[in-house]
């Protein structure tokens, strides 16, 4: 029998000692070695997904901001009432986008009287940018004769 040379020990084949150890030996895996790159492979995995769902997220906001905000009119005025009117106004916006408008409502003299804020305008019909909607103003301050889309702009969600 040849000896064999086996880190830490000098095995001639003999000894049971020896054959246990260099089996050991052979059978021996690398698991720390093993865990430590499927580690690294998780960790660098989850960094790559990371950035792609950030570049989407900003691409997604990036389109937002530069789309056009939705633009009101009012087209008509209703007053039967000194302490209330009616206007039906229309926005002009993305056709799947939801706004949030402010109407106020006037004196003659052009004074504020009534404000209605955050007044809803929910998405168009298919194949349309205008919406319209009527709703009742409440003028506590005096009668109104005219009325105005203070400001529109796109809903946030929550």
Do not use: N
């Amino acid at each position: 029998m040849r000896p064999v040379i086996v880190p830490g020990y000098w095995c001639d084949g003999t000894s049971p000692l020896c054959e246990q150890t260099w089996t050991a030996e052979l059978t021996r895996t690398e698991p720390a070695r093993d865990r430590d790159l499927a580690k690294v492979f998780v960790i660098a995995l989850a960094l790559v997904l990371l950035a792609g769902a950030g570049a989407v997220a900003a691409l997604v906001l990036r389109s937002r901001s530069t789309a056009e905000p939705p633009q009101g009119r009012v087209l008509v005025v209703e007053t039967g009432s000194e302490r209330e009117i009616r206007v039906t106004f229309q926005v002009d916006k993305d056709p799947a986008a939801t706004a949030e408008c402010d109407i106020g409502a006037f004196d003659e003299k052009g004074s504020s009287v009534g404000r209605l804020i955050r007044v809803p305008v929910g998405p168009a019909a298919p194949g349309q940018r205008i919406v319209s909607q009527t709703v009742v103003v409440a003028t506590p301050l005096g009668a109104a004769s005219q009325a105005a889309v203070a400001t529109c702009r796109l809903a946030t969600a929550g």
